[in-house]
């Protein structure tokens, strides 16, 4: 391997920075120099198992100290971490297990019904509760204190959103180049202070965590998402940046009595596409959103759009990260502004491909460049407007019908909740969007919701059928599975 070797973040942190807190978690304060001593402690214990330099551990655990203390015992040894969603049922779960080549899943005492489930049919895996580790004796080991950018970190899985999940290889390299990027765009202050309360195990959660050792700045961890919990840490606990998906953002802001106070500097919102009349009442309260696009495979987001821009560039995701780029490709050649393509991006912060898929790798990225499978244009000032996944687009009638659009539409309406528009096969058209709505009053029928969309939308691309349903299909990630809504049809799942 010839990557750029350089300090291990926690142990350099620990070095430079020993007494400043790295966590808090409901009363507990960890500096950085405890963190660094339980990492050891945890590594010694994992060495005795044994664990080695180059086995894959899983962790099925929540959101706690524990957790990143983990994380960074497995860098002492030098092991690959494969950071599993515990919202997954077992066979899902034993899927991911069996496809890394996981050696030992640790997992929280809460989860243990659904681990030893998941492991118990695979030989290869021993599955360990979390104190059972803790109770282990601890063997002499050197802890690695030197890392190569080219290693792999993490093994993390795709949401599964377009198909099965995909393990994604994300080395040290990516991880910091990720921290750098977000850094170089947001800048960092003496006093901020991270809130964690998006998953541990997804992107969005763990590059908190490589963005506190490598910055040096505490993370306030929540186990749970609550609303009112986060809006009093950023009133009452110093919260100067927040990760956020739009469905927390909006109970936030509906939760949000006084307005949030300077000190709190940045909405960091990613993860799927932000309606506009959130982000309409977001800038009503002055809260300063950065909307963000990216994916696992980017080591979380590649694109963000400051707050500055946040009213006049209203529902674009914004410019690349100053180490990454970003180009629309239509029919191989590079598109116009404005005009649709698949967006296609590259920077040090990109994985070099999926575990043990090389026609899959292949197929993503050419030439060093990641084909992402979204759509999206960019602006005559190069921003970026995501449009829609390439694998639900619609084609009807020669025309493209973007899902996302209707659904955005539909969601505008006062008495739908959600939305889901997929393709339906039709003789006259090739295929035309219909669409699967949770409504919250009883009253609105189908057809005052194609009325309102005949007001908003061409006429192809208002909704065939419009059906309710009392809920969407989701994955474990919540995020909508489009492709799973046609099936509602057939299992009759309407209300
Ligand atoms: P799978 O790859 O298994 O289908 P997934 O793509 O949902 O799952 P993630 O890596 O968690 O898994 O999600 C990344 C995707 O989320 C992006 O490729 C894009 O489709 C969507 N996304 C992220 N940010 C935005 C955004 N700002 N606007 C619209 N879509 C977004
Ligand atoms: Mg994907």
Redesign the pocket.
Known sequence: MSGEMMPNWLYKRAFLSPERTALEFETEKISFFELHERALSLARKLASFPIKEGDYVSFLLKNCPHTVELIHALEYIGAVTVPLNNRLAPAELRFQLEDSNTALLIYDESFSSQAIEAAEPLKSVKAMAIHELGQLAESDFQPKTEINLDSNHTIMY?????????GVILTYGNHWWSAIGSALNLGLQESDKWLCTVPMF??SGLSILMRSVIYGIPVVIHDAFDPDKANQAIHSNGVTIVSVVSAMLARMVHALENKYPESFRCMLL?????PKPLLEACTEKNIPVF???????TASQIVTLSSEYMLKKIGS?GKPLFHAQLKIEKDGAIAEPHEVGEIVVKGANVTKGYLRRKQATEQAIKNGWLY???LGYLDEDGFLY?VD?RSDLIISGGENVYP?EIEATLLSHPSIVEAGVTGREDERWGQVPIAFVVKNDKSVTEEQLKTFCREQLAGYKVPKNIYFVHELPRNG?N?LMRRELIQFLKEDKRC
């Open positions: 795709t949401s599964g959103t377009t198909g099965s999940p995909k997804h992107m990613g993860g799927g596409p932000a909307q963000t696009y990216g994916m696992t495979e995701a992402t499978g979204d995501v996944r996302a990630a995020k």
